[in-house]
């Protein structure tokens, strides 16, 4: 219980405090499976409960200091980290066309590799950008792997062409119309439009997921981002 | 539940097993590259089908190659440790770890195993080798 208050409390006060943490570390944690230890974290956090100093914002040192705490085992200090990071991580990859379940073991993927490498960090301070990158590259890697399993019917290699170069512009001028159109629309309109666009497969409970809306409301949004759409593209005719 | 920047946090299964892993952490290993990934990078020429998953990671000197199958909610590892060498295997999964020995050639095979992201720790016993760590990955 204690462990849970801390956890909700710390980040808002070393958000604005003078790493008192420095002063409160304890030794090396013992070396191998994890060195699992408490005392100097609850010391650490009980000193910044105390002191809610106030004018560094999620400074770098500070959170230099929650890695090294952290890759010697305080467990405090992790679950700081996770509460100041866990969400960045979780955005970058819903951002994703991922289903609930990928996106969930994606981010424990994400999360659990920072665990194991806090102490190979070369720049603990850039933490934020180095855990965006990798959930952006595991995003990548999942749907190349999903996307690769789609055939393609043999038949449609064999068509003959009908395309004429005018034909081809027209579409392409077309296309970059609606294209411009779609940019214009609002949240969560241009989401529900871009799933409906580049995954149709997906279910209404998974549209409704990723675009942040209820799922009763995807058709109600669906069509007004239709009527918005027709709308856009007359005007600029 | 949001995070100091009104972020949303991941669900709570996540958290745990962001908590779990950092409580099952080795940093007396050496961290392995993952070096192919048969679902993302299939062999020039053939598609990714529905077969096993093959997965190579290495690191100073040593390989450990995978064949991830997938039935429903559990899956099966066999693994294959290059050079081969006896060694000590630990699944570490967010729910815990299973211990596991290989054969004297270093391969092993785990069963019904659940299927969440893991991490597998081999300690070969070969002269002077450091235990070897995959970095965590899902099953697909």
């Not at chain 1, 068509?159 to 001028?173: F, I, K, N, Q, W």
């Not at chain 2, 952490?25 to 070096?35: G, M, S």
Request: with cysteine; net charge neutral; glycine share 8%.
């Amino acid at each position: 219980m204690l462990g849970l208050l801390l956890c909700l409390l710390c980040p808002m006060y070393i958000s604005g405090t003078r790493l008192a943490m420095t002063e409160t570390d304890g030794g090396p944690a013992s070396g191998a499976f994890g060195g699992y230890r408490v005392s100097p974290g609850i010391a650490g956090c009980a000193i910044l409960l105390g002191a809610p100093v106030s004018d560094q914002t999620h400074g770098p040192a500070c959170v230099k200091e929650l890695v090294r705490r952290a890759a010697e085992g305080d467990e405090e200090a992790w679950d700081v980290l996770l509460d100041r990071y866990a969400g960045r991580v979780w955005g970058v990859v819903r951002s994703h066309p991922l289903s609930f379940h990928d996106a969930q073991d994606i981010t424990q993927t994400v999360l659990c590799n920072l665990a194991e490498n806090l102490h190979r960090l070369r720049d603990p301070e850039r933490i934020g950008a180095w855990l965006a990158t990798v959930a952006r590259n595991e995003c990548r890697r999942h749907l190349r792997a999903s996307g690769r399993t789609r055939p393609l019917p043999p038949g449609d290699l064999d068509r003959p062409d009908d395309r004429t170069p005018e034909s081809a512009y027209l579409v392409a001028e077309q296309t970059d119309r609606v294209r411009t159109a779609l940019t214009r629309l609002d949240r969560p309109q241009s989401e529900v439009v871009r799933l409906a666009l580049e995954h149709p497969e997906l279910s209404r409970a998974e549209v409704a997921r990723l675009a942040g809306v209820a799922e009763s409301d995807v058709s109600r949004v669906r069509r007004r981002a239709r009527r918005r759409l027709a709308l856009l593209l007359r005007e600029d005719r | 539940m949001t995070g100091p920047d009104g972020e949303e946090h991941p669900p709570e299964r996540v958290m745990a097993a962001a908590r779990a892993a950092h409580r099952m952490r080795r940093p007396d290993t050496v961290l392995a590259d993952l070096l192919s990934d048969s679902a993302a990078d299939p062999p020039p020429g053939l598609r990714a089908g529905p077969g096993p998953r093959l997965l190579t990671f290495g690191a100073a000197g040593v390989e450990l190659h995978l064949q991830v199958t997938v039935h429903g909610d559990t899956c099966d590892i066999a693994g294959q440790l290059v050079p081969p060498a006896r060694s000590a295997v630990e699944f570490r999964h967010a729910g815990g770890a299973f211990h596991h020995t290989s054969d004297s050639d270093g391969a092993f095979v785990l069963r019904s195993l659940p299927r969440t992201p893991f991490s597998l720790v081999c300690s070969p016993s070969l002269p002077g080798s450091r235990p070897l760590a995959t970095p965590w990955t899902p099953v697909r």
